[in-house]
C-alpha cells in the first residue's frame, strides 16, 4: 500500500510504478485532505491519520501489507504501528517529520511555526505547488502530473491540508516515547540535501527504532521521484526479505 506526499497526489509514484508493479500487487491512496481524496478535519494530524490507514488497509481487504508513506505517511504509518503492531508486515517512510523536538527546516518550519492557518489564506496555492515542483531534481515532470497536484489543493484545499503538519509538535511529541517499543520493521528513505531538515530527523528516527534501516539518498526531498530507481530496487529488496533482518 501506498500513501501520497504532500503536496502531491499518488502520481507521485508514477515513475516506480511499471517496475514495482511487475514484482507486486499494488494499492495507491490519497489519504483524506490530501491528493484528491475529500478532507475531514478531525483526521488531520498522524495520530488519528495512523488509524485511518488501518481501517483503509482493511476496507481493501489487503490483509497485512507493507505501506509505502514518505512524508506525511511517516508518523502516520508509525503511530499505527505503535498502536496496531500487527496491521503491516513492514513500513517503508522517511522524508516526513517523526522525532521531537522536531528537527525541520524550510518552509515546513514556517507552516509548523505561524501562529495561524491565517498567515497562509492569502497565498496563491498553485505558486506554492509549482515551487515544491522545481525543487524536484532530475524530473522532467509530465504536463498532466504537474496540473494533477495543482487541480489537487486548487481552492482552499492547500490552505486546510496545512493543519495536519501545524500538529506535529504534540503529535510527535507523544510518539517519541513510543518509539523504542514499535515492533514492526521499518525502512528509512531520505535524501541527504532535503531542504526541509529531514535528513537529520531520519536519523535520529533510525537511532530510536529497533527494527529499522536507514538510507540515505544523494537528492533532495523527493527522493521517491529524484531516484526512482534506487528507490524501488531498495523497496524491492526490502519487502523480498530485507525486512525480516532488522
Known sequence: MLLSPWPES????????????????????????FGHSDGRAELMSPRRMGEFVVEIADELG??????????????????????????????????GAATFPLHVDGALKAFVDA?????????????????????????????AVRDDYIESYSGDRFLHSIAYVRNYPADLADLSPRLGAISTPVQIIVGRDDP????????????????SRLDVFDCGH??????????SDVVSSWVKGGFQGT
Not at 63 to 91: E, K, N, Y
Not at 127 to 143: F, T
Not at 196 to 211: C, E, T
Open 222 to 231: 523527493n527522493a521517491w521521484e529524484e531516484e526512482p530507481g534506487r528507490y
Open 196 to 211: 526541509y531538515g529531514l535528513a537529520a530527523d531520519a536519523q535520529l528516527l533510525h537511532d530510536q527504532l529497533p527494527h
Open 115 to 143: 501562529p495561524s492557518i491565517d498567515d497562509f489564506r492569502g497565498a496563491d496555492p498553485g505558486e506554492i505547488i509549482c515551487g515544491a515542483i522545481s525543487s524536484i531534481r532530475n524530473y522532467d515532470m509530465p504536463e
Open 10 to 33: 499518488i502520481y507521485a509514484f508514477i515513475r516506480m510504478w511499471p517496475r514495482l508493479s511487475e514484482q507486486f500487487s499494488l494499492a495507491a491512496v490519497d489519504l483524506p485532505g
Open 62 to 95: 489487503l490483509g497485512q501489507p507493507h505501506a509505502v508513506g514518505p512524508d506525511i505517511g511517516t508518523g502516520a504509518l508509525l503511530f499505527a504501528a505503535a498502536q496496531h503492531p500487527q496491521a503491516f508486515r513492514s513500513l517503508i517512510v522517511g522524508a
